[in-house]
């Protein structure tokens, strides 16, 4: 693969399917293992982390689901194509009732309000 190069099944859902297949573990990170940057530094002073929702748009399988979890985010939506990435997340937060799964190409959405 050339650098800059993204190849064109990156945009295929089928690929990611089957990529994540019995890739449960969350050790699937992007640019970056997300634990190792310090997210504090960034400020969440404007963010009520109790009360305002997060989304999170494809995850994959990285960190950074975890890594929101863990800070105590109580409203997430998690939004990724693959629905092979939503069963298994779905499946990890089971228990988190405030948070929302859905299987969307993020590509497709509209920047319009319904």
Known sequence: ??????????????????????????????????????????????????????????????SMVSYFDSKGFKYVDIIDFSKTINDILQKKYEKKKNWNFYLENIANLSKETK
């Open 1 to 62: 693969m050339s650098e800059g190069h993204i190849p064109t099944n990156y945009y295929d859902v089928n690929f990611w399917d089957n990529f994540y297949k019995g890739k449960d573990d969350m050790s699937i990170d992007w640019y970056f293992d997300v634990t190792k940057v310090n997210i504090d530094a960034y400020s969440f002073s404007n963010f009520d982390i109790k009360n305002d929702t997060l989304m999170l748009l494809g995850p994959g399988l990285s």
